[in-house]
């Protein structure tokens, strides 16, 4: 395991329609995050599960946007009827409890969205 | 509310040579992490540096040392011996987590572009 993976790493779009991004984190991190960074910003923290569960939402995640990790390995990230407001690069990170906590987060290369 | 304040957009420094990008931050917290990440243009971030808020003592990592001042709510990156390779965009972070609601905060600032000349 060589680090945080995300799939695809590149995502074109029509305006309107669903789109759906994969995160697999380093194996034995049970903390993952999602962000997201638009050009020239720096990332805006999204969402976070500890193990399955989702413990922190932003209000940045609106209702077209959903997170899921249902076994505690990989997670996906859900943005329905996209809008061209939500082209971004799409970061995903993990931690682990045990080593480092939140303190240490390895991030993905990211997904980046472009919606037409 | 936290707020994270990186007002050097864009920097270069020549090789060999040391720079500092300056970070301020807002918070009413006491206890919070700092962290400096580096995004080179392959855009996979990599965390440089990590400061403890309780911890008086500023934190090095081999050519990467900070200036914590937690009065001035100041959080600088001096790189020395600057290395072509040190190119990237550099963020300013912030994480806590709040004492009444337990939630935690992640807040990265808007990053400093730096560009090591040869």
């Known amino acids: 395991d060589t680090g945080v993976s995300q799939d695809p790493r590149h995502k074109i779009t029509k305006r309107g329609q669903n789109v759906t991004f994969r995160c697999d984190p380093i194996s034995e991190h049970n903390r993952l995050y999602w962000y997201r960074q638009t050009l020239g910003q720096g990332p805006e923290f999204l969402t976070y599960f500890q193990n399955e569960a989702q413990l922190e939402k932003s209000r940045l995640l609106s209702d077209r946007f959903s997170a899921e990790r249902p076994k505690g390995s990989f997670s996906t990230l859900e943005i329905q009827r996209t809008e061209q407001g939500d082209s971004a690069m799409y970061l995903c990170a993990s931690s682990s409890k045990v080593a480092g906590g939140h303190r240490e987060q390895f991030f993905g290369p990211g997904t980046r969205l472009t919606v037409l | 509310a936290q707020t994270v304040t990186q007002s050097q957009p864009e920097m270069s420094v020549q090789e060999a040579e040391t720079v500092t990008l300056s970070c301020t931050y807002d918070t009413s917290e006491n206890n919070y992490y700092l962290f400096w990440y580096k995004q080179p243009p392959s855009r996979q971030m990599i965390l440089v540096i990590r400061?403890?808020?309780?911890?008086?003592q500023n934190a090095t990592e081999n050519r990467f040392s900070v200036n914590f001042q937690k009065a001035a709510k100041s959080f600088s990156l001096k790189i020395s011996d600057s290395q072509l390779g040190d190119t990237a965009m550099y963020f300013c972070a912030f994480m806590m987590r709040a004492t009444t609601s337990g939630t935690y905060k992640y807040i990265f600032g808007t990053g400093t572009r730096l560009k090591v000349l040869a």
């Open positions: 400061q403890e808020a309780y911890k008086q």
